[in-house]
């Protein structure tokens, strides 16, 4: 979509799927997240590692400390390309098995994306950046920005005109759809 439309600017705002979440995710948690992950792998071809998640014992599957790093690596570098980055800390969780509850693995995925686009930061840097109350009150905004949208699906796709937001997408489409739902929002501007 980005190089369909290289003037359209993205910003990402992260909306804390399963934010603050305190349960141990039991096998019925896992195989209904196994079961939606098989859905999104078909539609979308990325790749997902069923048996990282089977494996793993007393798993808390909160998302905030993940969204903290997205919001982490946008103060660390405001000019970088944040999908970039953001998709490193997806494949982290989802391809490569990794625990994103863990500072310290997020402080090693972001530091290694944004250096890989650019960026030199450091993993102390990035860890340090993560732990600090205003990142954690900025991921807290975020949260509440998504909600003040409607946003119920994770990703949702907004366009912004003159200062308006129009849906495009809620959960994931292919990219022939967006695109399509896409033109239909910029005709009618």
């Known amino acids: 979509m980005r190089a369909r439309h290289p003037k359209m600017s993205l910003d ?3 909306g ?14 896992k195989r209904f997240r196994l079961e939606h992950w098989a ?24 998302t905030e400390p993940v969204c903290r790093a997205v919001v982490a690596a946008r103060v660390l570098a405001p000019k970088a390309d944040l999908l970039r980055v953001f998709r490193a800390f997806q494949h982290a969780f989802y391809a490569d098995a990794r625990d994103t509850t863990d500072g310290a693995v997020l402080a ?4 290694e994306a944004s250096s890989a686009i650019g960026h030199l930061v450091m993993r102390d840097e990035f860890l340090a950046v993560w ?7 900025a991921t807290e905004i975020e949260f509440a920005r998504a909600r003040s949208m409607g946003v119920t699906n994770f990703p949702t796709l907004f366009l ?10 809620s959960g994931y489409a292919p990219v022939a759809q967006l695109e399509q739902d896409l033109n239909v929002l910029l005709a009618a501007a």
């Open 12 to 14: 990402i705002v992260v």
């Open 39 to 62: 859905r999104v792998e078909q539609a979308s071809g990325l790749p997902f590692d069923r048996e990282g998640l089977l494996a793993r014992k007393n798993f808390v599957y909160n």
């Open 131 to 137: 732990r600090q109350q205003s990142t954690i009150e």
């Open 16 to 29: 804390g799927l399963r934010a603050g979440a305190t349960d141990i995710l039991d096998e019925a948690g």
């Open 160 to 169: 912004e005109q003159n200062g308006r937001f129009h849906r495009v997408s």
């Open 108 to 111: 090693a995925v972001g530091a």
